[in-house]
């Protein structure tokens, strides 16, 4: 494809994206197709290549069909994943210059612009100067919280851990409400599910502090070695909130890592006045926030934030004869593949630059300040529904509701909502309890949607 | 940003694109900023929003002289990182979309259109039938050879690993010219670096069945448990092929997980005249290639596929609450997020669908034919030079030489070629000699480029 084919159609799929976003809101949010609908529609690989109206034609025919439409007003489903215009645009730009930014020399641009942007953001979230130089871009969460395990191991280790491996005793800490992901990743380091203390919950679902410290110290008395905890602002159940700073006191005490893992909740630090719900961070060794959630940055793109770079990179660098350079042995540099799972890497910080930007942190915060109050104008009308309960606190944006009549009528009124298409939410269980997670942060959403969401849960019951 | 602004503004970026294109070849391939350049150019953060025109004009100002041009046609260095423009409109749909293709669930198509690309790939590049169903998109190689190795674990301990981790007692094996990916993927798995065996080459820096033979015996004498025995197609130093067929056979004997990592040539398999390469992959237990080196599609999409998708999701699977649903509870879908590192992902098929529908096979193919014809020309030339030789053979599309005059001026003469700006290119080191590689394989690269290249390099002789 020549530029100027690329410009002619290029503006074509531009349009068609831009058709999209203003239709996608007459759209089912849920695709309603069945296992293997999609595929059926396909047709082989084509031997001679074709114009590029053949692939815009199957997307209108197959894929929208087979799409449940995430940035769709409606969608209060999981988390919400932005994927706000400019970062569109942004993104395109980093496929468009198509660099890889493993190394420094390998584009010195993409590595300062990344550094800047985290660093800018240190100051822009009130987040603790020990985290400035120490930001990086990771593609999610889940591989955020895998990294700081690896710098925990390493660390702990006394710096062995590159070259002996883990040996069993070690021990990781995370409330119920957060258990999964950090399971994943301390199977993946090798410790193996078995290393994984759950911590109870206290009655809002927060971390309760008096467990974590009686299970450090029944497995220090064991002889076992806690290298991690996991804090959580905002879990993905409820949007609890982990007591950051009391957590924070005891792994110091212990010399344990102390990972805050704010995936959704983190962008709201940009506000001052939820900052309180960051307390403690100041003592935290590394913390996370989705940029790609609730930051208007099209997936992926999760912020990363350590105090101890020098840990990190040490545990994870590599040097084979192929990636020395000048700037590298000079030291004047940071190499980000030290810093992550993969290798190589692309120049994720344009769509960031570019929302950043377009919006303005005065613009970011409006949104999140609108997603805010529109939960709690829904947390009013459930207060004041002889129906319907809040079965945890509403946390910033997010809403965990039941129906009183119990575990069927609310199931059942999750259900009739989705079918429906207007609205797609997910379910939760509170303690044993199933719930509906109502997680605001569509961009497009107004208050008239989430109106006629609560107007068709109160209808159900 | 409205869909309106977004159309007008996302002619312009099209239109940036275009030009950027049209004229990198005149733009010197390296980047020539010093450490913190682009840096002190950048503003902080605004408060309020502004239009997109002070990105464009940062990157023509700023990134741009910090950019490395990966697209350039003088780019040598390193493995190509093809960014053809129709996957460059691929991956734009995919961020306009917006979805999140963690589940089959949340959005299928995401799911069906990989599922149906890498299965057709299965049949175009002539991989074996046990890899059909087994097909998944990982970020890049190094990820690839991780998700591997973690399956590996898991068979080997019998299903344990999940719950148990690693004990201290398991191997892999990798030849010396593959070592760096192995080693960090198995101190991620906890095994550390002292688990690595570092197999001896031949005089073609194969990797010799004896030794492997030899160290596994050993090992298994020792009590250790080989787990994974990692057979390149195509190192990154040379190009060299590790005689999979003979590996394999080892590996069924022991009962070791056999993975080929073919992230640079893989792409090769497409064309029938160079299969020879991955004889015995149908032995194999899993397999990467990746589609953004050599197969035109932007970063990151590297190919992987597995025999045993089933050992591979019961490693890494996690249902949390938040994520159960019909779908998956009936066994009738795929749910990719058990197949990888993170548990978000993009749909990355999309650009790989738009470079197999532009191009077509034979496109793909006429492609690398005519890379591969580049390097055979450089080759003869080479051959007749009085100067210059290769220190290994000619692998595809890349080759290795050097000066006959020794180090000094195999590095003189690099460093020559990479300060004029017209070409770059990196080093390797072969049995402790500094040697030149030439990887061709940008889209753009033509002869007169290639020539150009081999009269720079006479000429610092």
Redesign the interface.
Known sequence: ???????R???E??????????RVADLPVR?R?E?????ER?A?????????D??LSD?DR??????????HPGFYA?FP?????????????S??????GML???????T??E???LD??VG?MGLPERFRGGGVIQ?????AA?VAL?AA?HRQSGGT????????TETVYVSSQT???I??A??????????VRSVDVDDVLAMRVDDLASRIESDVEAGRKPVLVCATVGT??TGAVDPVREIAALCAEHGIWLHVDAAWAGPAALCPEFRHLFDGLDQADSFTANA?KWMLT???LSLFWTAHPDVLVD??T?????L?NT?TE?G??VDYRDWQ??????FRAL?L??V????????VRAHLRRHVELAEMLESWVAGSEEWRLVAPRSLALLTLAHRDGDDATREAMDRVNAAGDAFV????VNGRFAI?VAIGAESTEEHHVRALWQALAASG
């Open positions: 494809m020549q530029p100027d084919e690329f410009r159609i290029g503006h799929v531009i349009d068609w994206i831009a058709d999209y976003r203003e695709s197709v296992p293997g609908w999609v595929r396909l082989p690989l084509p031997e001679r290549g074709e114009g590029f053949g692939l997307l197959v894929v929208l069909p087979g799409t449940t439409h995430w940035q999981y994943s932005n994927a706000s215009l400019p970062s569109v645009l942004g993104d395109l730009l496929s468009g210059l198509g660099v890889q420094w020399s390998t584009s010195p641009a993409a300062e612009v550094q800047h942007l800018e953001l822009a593609d999610t969460a889940s591989s895998l690896l191991l851990w590159r070259q002996s491996g883990v040996d069993g258990h999964s992901s399971e994943r301390a199977r993946l380091a090798g410790l193996g599910e078995r290393a993905t159940g790609h099209a997936f992926d545990a994870l590599i040097l084979p004869e192929y020395r700037a000079s004047a540099v799972i993969p290798l190589g890497r692309r769509k630059w570019s950043l930007r377009w919006y303005g942190l005065e613009g997910t379910h939760t269980t997670r």
